[in-house]
């Protein structure tokens, strides 16, 4: 079964804080993804990797960054949180294209900024 | 094992003919959101259900609680419904979101 892990589940941190979320999956997918929701907003893309060591922009990327070590493992970075960040966190991994796939979700990291 | 059952995974409808796709709870659930994947990646929310039904266009969906259900009825398909849905459900005393794995609709001419 595919699996998706995400950590921590909750974090609470202060404006200019330094935060680091961290997404294993274990589907051997190449496709992973971060993504954050908010009211109103559904799901928006913030980035994707489609294998370790590649980053591609997502649709809200600005404040974030994001690196691909393994294939396995994909990190959402906030260098200098601000409260407009405080959100629900997933990540998901796929196996298939960007335009249409299967996605395998973590089971998200609530973050607040203060 | 999965809180989320949603299927089917993939679909093909032609124009003008409708279909549903359906998710399964195993456990209660306080709500549940339907998501469609743009050409971007994001997900649209499509419907947001603490119970009842709600209905968007050629969209409706459902949610059951006690019965641990929850259904997207799509009516006269249109190419443009061609896409990825899914379902995300909300345990109750959760804030998570425990997503199904998504259903490939194809509508075909």
């Known amino acids: 079964e595919a699996a998706v892990t995400q950590s921590p589940r909750n974090k609470v941190t202060v404006t200019g804080g330094n935060v680091t979320l961290s997404c294993r999956q274990t589907?051997?997918?190449?496709?992973m993804y971060w993504y954050r929701q908010d009211t109103g907003h559904g799901l928006r893309l913030i980035h994707y990797?489609?294998?370790?060591?590649?980053?591609q922009i997502g649709d809200v990327p600005d404040g974030y960054k994001a690196t691909r070590t393994t294939q396995e493992d994909f990190f959402l970075l906030l260098e200098l949180a601000s409260p407009s960040q405080t959100s629900l966190y997933f990540c998901?991994?796929?196996?298939?294209?960007?335009?249409?796939?299967?996605?395998?979700f973590g089971h998200g990291t609530k973050l607040s900024v203060l | 094992g999965d809180q989320v059952e949603q299927s089917p995974s993939a679909l093909s409808l032609h124009e003008g003919t409708g279909s549903a796709l359906r998710c399964n709870f195993t456990?209660?659930?306080?709500?549940v959101q339907w998501f469609r994947k743009n050409s971007r990646g994001s997900l649209i929310n499509l419907f947001y259900?603490?119970?009842g039904t709600k209905e968007n266009g050629r969209l409706k969906s459902a949610f059951d609680s006690k019965e641990r259900y929850s259904t997207l009825h799509i009516r006269d398909a249109q190419l443009e419904d061609s896409g990825t849905y899914f379902c995300?459900?909300?345990?109750?005393?959760?804030?998570?979101?425990?997503f199904g794995s998504g259903t490939q609709l194809t509508v075909m001419p």
């Open positions: 990797s489609y294998g370790a060591g590649n980053l």
């Open positions: 589907n051997s997918h190449n496709y």
């Open positions: 456990t209660t659930m306080r709500a």
């Open positions: 995300a459900a909300e345990p109750s005393g959760s804030w998570q979101l425990i």
């Open positions: 259900l603490a119970s």
């Open positions: 998901a991994s796929s196996d298939a294209t960007v335009s249409n796939e299967r996605l395998f």
